[in-house]
T-cell receptor, first 113, second 113 residues
Framework: AQSVSQHNHHVILSEAASLELGCNYS??????LFWYVQYPGQHLQLLLK??????LVKGIKGFEAEFIKSKFSFNLRKPSVQWSDTAEYFC???????????FGKGTSLLVTP | ETGVTQSPTHLIKTRGQQVTLRCSSQ?????VSWYQQALGQGPQFIFQ???????GRGNFPPRFSGLQFPNYSSELNVNALELDDSALYLC????????????FGQGTRLTVV
């Protein structure tokens, strides 16, 4: 069955620490990959996306992600987190033949001052 | 803000009742998708509408139905509400069907008692 797995459900970091959130998917064929962020009380916002081309994609607010096809992974990274990065992060996958975004369960990130 | 608006923001219903949730898509977008986000989970795809027709559906029973209007706004209807239907319902609009960037509204929080 097609699925998206996010390895860390809760992450606590101090400001300026580096962040890496794992995302693995099980899909055959071509996929489109996304990371969304949900700040407290706000709507889901797109952080970055990968459709094709350079597997290292840069998004908003200093986030980046690397698509490793052989590992079916699309991990999110940020070199130095800020308190304002406290939010829920969702990895999502869409296959080229499908209509739906399939989301992981999310990772709750708390950044402490 | 994404330009996707949902109403109402909060709703309390009794088990067995019916509910209608509404979504106005972003200007220029002809595709609307609906998602259910239970507490502590990622959004789950309910269905997608493109040019007033349902063209993709997730694993939800028929009592979940929808409409899309000529102006591309949309409704989600849920009949015979169950306690497990309590969730945040998200609407997302995109410029075309299938794999493309989706913009989410803030959601409708439905509580079934």
């Amino acid at each position: 069955a097609q699925s998206v797995s996010q390895h860390n459900h809760h992450v606590i970091l101090s400001e300026a620490a580096s962040l890496e959130l794992g995302c693995n998917y099980s899909y055959g064929g071509t996929v489109n990959l996304f990371w969304y962020v949900q700040y407290p009380g706000q709507h889901l916002q797109l952080l970055l996306k990968y459709f094709s081309g350079d597997p290292l994609v840069k998004g908003i607010k200093g986030f980046e992600a690397e698509f490793i096809k052989s590992k079916f992974s699309f991990n999110l990274r940020k070199p130095s987190v800020q308190w304002s990065d406290t939010a829920e992060y969702f990895c999502a996958v869409n296959s080229n033949s499908g209509y739906a975004l399939n989301f992981g369960k999310g990772t709750s990130l708390l950044v402490t001052p | 803000e994404t330009g996707v608006t949902q109403s109402p923001t909060h709703l309390i219903k009794t088990r067995g009742q019916q509910v209608t949730l509404r979504c106005s898509s972003q200007s220029g977008h002809n595709t609307v998708s609906w998602y259910q986000q239970a507490l502590g989970q990622g959004p789950q795809f309910i269905f997608q509408y493109y040019r007033e027709e349902e063209n993709g559906r997730g694993n939800f029973p028929p009592r979940f139905s929808g409409l899309q209007f000529p102006n591309y706004s949309s409704e989600l209807n849920v009949n015979a509400l169950e306690l497990d239907d309590s969730a945040l319902y998200l609407c997302a609009s995109s410029a075309r069907q299938g794999n493309t960037e989706a913009f989410f509204g803030q959601g409708t929080r439905l509580t079934v008692v």
